[in-house]
């Protein structure tokens, strides 16, 4: 087979494609499990309406399994993650390996405790600014409809779950799907730029919301960035985790209610977000300079050659 970056245009598309559905296939299995057990659980309550066979009944039905669906999402979720870690690592070392054989990465040294635990903060304060952003450019309130739909899902079960679910599980399959097989395929395809832009634009879109969109688009370039400086998407899922339980934490408590007190307080803690968040990004890409380890050299197997004539013993 051809290597990756001389593969066709459709085979490339494809390849970035199909993480995605992947994702959205075991979505889609997982909420018709959980509709199929909700439908056997509420039998007494729908079978009724399925023996009625009239319109207004079948829709009323509908109704209720929709409703079982929203107030389950969480669940769905956490179940769609559990479920596609593995194809998505499966995925992932599956790549590494061809790239190495192909020569197109290198390993690198390991990154300490100390710039990821750093990256974990630097996506918390960047979620801080960039909402903030958001809110005083009045985005909010021009695609507040969309979004709130979405929020009304994430943000409407039990606040553990929340943190579980939206905070640790998602980032983790979102960076396995968008960094470490999309973003870094896209390396490999066109170089590391338009990998970078491509696959935060790719990140955003993904949303399908205009709000989320741009937010997502802007933190997609911060966690390819630091996919790419750190040779690893943990840098990133740190990042996203990072982010992530910001907003559960801003949502569902309230942890960060003195922000929004007054504009002053809002300015002044916006303005302290960007500074740490830059004084961050500056530390890490000055002190993480990861290096290419040395390959080891292919140890060659050594023929052994026959005794010279008259060495045998007699």
């Known amino acids: 087979m ?28 997982v909420s018709m499990i959980v509709l199929a057990a909700v439908f056997l659980i509420h039998r007494a309550e729908f079978l009724p309406l399925i023996s009625a ?7 009323e039905m509908t109704s209720k399994l ?12 956490f179940g769609t ?45 960047m979620a801080l600014a960039l909402n903030n952003l958001l809110i005083y450019s009045r985005l909010t309130e021009i695609f507040a409809e969309g979004y709130d739909e979405v929020a009304d899902l994430i943000y409407s079960g039990n606040v553990w779950l929340e943190v579980l679910t939206t905070a640790l599980l998602v980032p983790v399959v979102e960076e396995m799907i968008f960094r470490g097989l999309i973003y870094r395929r896209l390396r490999v ?3 590391v730029t338009p990998a970078i832009i491509a696959s935060a634009i790719l990140f955003g879109l993904y949303h399908m919301n205009v709000l989320q969109a741009i937010y997502a688009s802007l933190l997609g370039l911060v966690l390819a960035f630091a996919c790419e400086r750190f040779h690893s998407i943990v840098a ?23 922000v929004y007190e007054t504009e002053a307080a ?41 005794p010279p004539q008259g060495a045998e013993r007699s």
Request: aromatic share 14%; glycine share 6%; charged share 20%.
């Open 81 to 125: 993650c559990l479920a596609s870690i593995p194809i998505f690592w499966f995925l992932i070392r599956r790549d590494r390996e061809e790239d190495l054989r192909e020569g197109a990465v290198k390993r690198y040294e390991k990154a300490g405790p100390l710039p990821y635990a750093l990256t974990f903060l630097a996506g918390m304060t």
């Open 236 to 258: 990133p899922i740190l990042i996203h985790m990072g982010a992530n339980l910001f907003s559960v934490l801003a949502t569902e408590t309230g942890l960060f209610d003195f």
């Open 2 to 29: 051809k290597p990756r970056s001389e593969r066709g245009w459709l085979y490339r598309i494809w390849s970035l494609v199909y993480p995605m559905l992947i994702y959205e296939g075991v979505a889609l299995l």
């Open 189 to 191: 395809m066109a170089g």
């Open 266 to 306: 809002f300015l002044i803690a916006t303005g302290a977000a960007l500074a740490v968040f830059a004084g961050l990004a500056f530390w890490l890409i000055t002190h993480v300079d990861l290096q290419p380890l040395e390959e080891e050299p292919a140890v060659q197997e050594t023929e052994v050659l026959p």
């Open 53 to 59: 066979g009239t319109e207004e009944a079948l829709s």
């Open 66 to 77: 929709n409703d079982y669906y929203l107030a389950q999402y969480l669940w769905i979720s």
